[in-house]
């Protein structure tokens, strides 16, 4: 019997050697000790055989003795995953009691239970951190019942009122109330508000040209800033300024667009902005709904015609259950990321991806979140009628009196030929251009100068004959039944030296997709203040002009691109390996060459196609399919009226009042966008287009397997081979070398793609030679093991080391950087032999030693001092016998303090009569440079 760890009638403080038996079994599940007790105890044991170890951590390790002096293992809390044992064992780990001192916990446990808590020292205060690998598990905190508060004050500068509406959203998790305030900041523009929630602050403005344009559409443009000073970070860019919108902000954009064009009053013609910036963030959760909650809020209280409120909300499934504006971390165990926009009487956008969830809960997490909506939307009534402006509608013409009435009499007959006249997409657009001439024409005398009105009148002809003809039939324009979709034709292979390609084609709608593997460096980094995020999958869509036979622009990709792209690659992010099974990164291309209806979902089919044609083993094919609903009153909310259609055409698009995608294969989806041009979709109408898309995908899936049944069991040969190892994590910087010297050599002499180093010691190498990556591999070995050395080729040659005088602990050092990475600085704070025989000598500067504050980006931190030394206290060697510097001591050192952020729920508050004003803070020559440079050409202050 394994021995059991008695307590000698000792209080487990004590450091008294304690009573061993083989022969009692232990009377409680979990007994506590010291951890100098327990080392002192198991260093005697000689009845112990291989089969036990125990599990302590890392911070006590050298309490204990080395294995070879026992008949058991001591193994390192960091290590528990790859250990190994055939039957039970101890566990040992620590805890804290009431006086703050270590104790152990011993218990008897299965081998499937090992246990991983972890103590992280702070002087004589203990954390003991919960297990890496123990199940995660969803906590939402109590929280408020659903209400809203309005409140004025006149604190504005110069005696104005402030008013300010407080929302609870009563959802579990989500304590911090949803504060909006107008009057106080922005005045000038037609109406402009704060948005705080937490310490994350948005500001959002709303406002219009005095005179109206002589054009056809709504003109609304939206823009949206992340701003980095917002996370307490300076943009990596060259002038340090924040510039052209990312890829995330234009999503964000369309994000705001989307639910509120449709319901800005018909007619409405003055130049509209919607301008939002997020001016302070906690980090906790994303800003996106709150983006299109704050503009919505600006727009509402504005005098632009904006028939009733909108808001947004955020739902994620965790663990079974849905959750309302899930944070970051939340997120990450979600099988479901869901934005939905709305009034509180009907939804009016969709966004998301799901892990292959089913139709009916995409249901249910929509209605959930349109219960947030609610509340939000009525708050904002309230505050409507204390600080909105009266719309202004005086501006928009109204409709020409017996222009509609005779519009319809006179080409009603000559649109229904049109549409029944099954024709091309290039044979009826050159009759509806025959036909909106010969309308111009008829009422040029008798209404003179209202192009637009009687464009407007067409289009409501053309719209209701469409709904009519579906409704009355049962056909489309183009003859098909309504839940019928086109003739598909797929091929994969198209290209010799493309790693995967697909032509994929359905009517007039066609994609050549590609497919590109390669190693973590070609992975997609975006720069955005939550931190530096790397892609390992993301597809780039391209719909040049020729596509639909125009000529136009053809550059950087304009936003529609960017939506798109983004929203084909949610589809098939689901169904890709794991890292771990697949280590390649994937790069996916969709160009467009014909277009005729909802491209983007023909960009998941080929895109899918092509990645199994790459030879990626992903979990099942996808296909995406766009559905079109056909109301005869656009003016209202979807009815028992509604014509639902699958597959539909580009004329079914822009005449129609929705534009509902959805993807996945055969189980579930795995993303979904919504957009309506009416006042809302009630979720009958989205339940009955959710079954309709269900059954084309299923169709449509069936055509995709003609082409390719299942990924290709090899990779192609143009295909570079990677392989992976781990090395000691205090040998990265052998690896890499001064200024990454070591790393270009190794890639060099052994004519390999790639290597790449992690923070975690891990090493990926990429080449297309398995026999030199081997010979790469072994001098890896060479190079990180006590002898070192290594240089070229593969041969042995002993490694120079630095040979100069030592470095004094405490002492401020003037360091040269060579290498910057996500998880820290190096720095040669010493310099090697002139002759270049000995290296200078390196430490590294943990990220956390970098500032008085956190630092979310390292490398986007380091690029805006632009330097290329820092000044360092030397902190002496870790247990791993790396030399530690820090940055954060110097600027200690001189009086620089971390900012105070207990503001209050974003508001710094009074300062109190007895606080006196700080004084003014010494700083290094580096921040003033940056500063220097940061005010730099400023002429007007």
Known sequence: APPVLHQNNRDHNNNSLLAISTEVALSQPKMRFTLVAVAAVISSLSNLCPSHAFVVPFSNHALFPPRSSLGFDIVRSSERKSHELESKYWRIHSTVDASGEVVADVADVEKSDVDSSNVAEKGDAEVVEETEDAEWKLVLEEVPPA??????????????????????????????????????????????????????????????????????FLPLSVEHQERFSSAGMTSGSYNKRDGRPAEHEILVCRLIDRPLRPLIAD????????????????????????????????????????????????????????????????????????????????????????????????????????????????????????????????????????????????????????YNSDLSKEE???????????????????????????????????????????????????????????????????????????????????????????????????????????????????????????????GAPGRREVGHGNLAERALVPTLPSDEEFPYTIRVESLVTESNGSSSMASVCGGCLALMDAGVPIKSPIAGIAMGMLLGDKGGVSDENA???????????????????????????????????????????????????????????????????????????????????????????????????????????????????????????????????????????????????GKGKGERVPRAEYSGPEPVEGTTYKGKITGIHNFGVFLEILPGAEDGSTPGLEGLCHVSELHVERVRNCEGFINSMNTDHLEVVYLGKNKKGQHQLSRKAVLESRGVEPRNNNRGGGSRGPRQNDEKPSSALKMSKEEIDVIAQAIEGVSDI
């Open 147 to 216: 209400s809203y508060e309005m409140t004025s004050s006149p604190t504005a500068p110069g005696g104005g009122n402030v008013h300010t509406l407080t929302i609870h959203l009563g959802a579990p998790g989500h304590p911090d109330p949803i504060v909006i305030e107008t009057g106080k900041i922005g005045r000038q523009a037609s109406a402009a508000v704060t948005l705080t929630r937490g310490e994350s602050v948005l500001y959002a403005t709303a406002s219009r040209d005095k005179d109206t344009r002589d054009i056809d």
């Open 267 to 418: 007619g409405w013609r003055h130049e509209t902005q919607l301008l939002s910036w997020i001016l302070s963030y906690d980090g906790v959760r994303t800003c996106d709904p709150l983006a299109v909650t704050a503009s919505a809020a600006a727009l509402w209280l504005s005098d632009v015609p904006l028939s009733k409120p909108v808001a947004a909300a955020i739902v994620g499934y965790i663990d079974g259950q849905l959750v309302l504006n899930p944070t970051t971390e939340q997120m990450k165990h979600s099988r479901l990321n869901l934005t939905v926009a709305g009034t509180k009487d009907a939804v009016l956008m969709i966004e998301g991806a799901a892990d292959f969830l089913p139709e009916k809960l995409m249901v249910e997490a929509v209605k959930f979140g349109h219960e947030a909506i609610k509340i939000q939307c009525a708050g904002l009534e309230e505050l409507g009628k204390v600080a909105g402006k009266e719309k202004k509608y005086d501006s928009i013409k109204p409709p020409l009196e017996g222009l509609q009435e005779l519009m319809d009499e006179m080409f009603t007959a000559k649109v229904d030929e049109i």
């Open 428 to 554: 009826q657009s050159s009759a509806s251009s025959e036909l909106t001439e010969s309308v111009l024409n008829a009422f040029e005398e008798k209404f003179p100068d209202e192009k637009a009105a009687i464009k407007a009148a067409l289009k409501d002809l053309m719209c209701r004959r469409m709904f009519e003809k579906a409704k009355n039939t049962g056909t489309r324009i183009d003859g098909r039944k309504l839940d019928e979709v086109r003739v598909i034709d797929a091929e994969a292979g198209l290209f010799p030296r493309v790693h995967g390609s697909a032509l994929f084609t359905r009517g007039q709608t066609q994609v050549v997709a590609t497919a590109t593997l390669g190693d973590s460096g070609m992975r997609q980094k975006i720069d955005k203040i939550s931190g530096m995020e790397e892609k390992r999958f993301y597809l780039q869509y391209t719909f040049p002009p020729s596509c639909v036979g125009e000529t136009g622009r053809v």
């Open 643 to 789: 014509v639902i259609v699958s597959d539909i055409l580009g004329t079914e698009d822009a005449l129609g009042t929705m534009d509902f995608k959805v993807a996945g294969n055969r189980e579930g989806i795995t993303t979904f966008q919504l957009d309506i041009k009416c006042e809302g979709l009630t979720l009958e109408t989205m339940e009955m287009a959710l079954e309709q898309a269900r059954n084309g995908r299923l169709h449509i899936l069936g055509e995709m397997e003609k082409a390719l049944k299942e990924p290709r069991p090899h990779l192609p040969s143009t295909v570079p081979k990677i392989t992976r190892m781990t090395i000691p994590e205090d040998s990265i910087g052998k690896v890499i070398g001064p200024g990454g010297r070591q790393i270009r050599a190794l890639i060099e002499d052994f004519g390999l793609v790639n290597i790449d180093v992690e923070e975690n010691g891990e090493v990926q190498l990429t080449g297309f030679d398995l026999e030199q990556m081997e010979k790469a591999k072994e001098l890896i070995t060479l190079l990180t093991s006590p002898l070192g050395g």
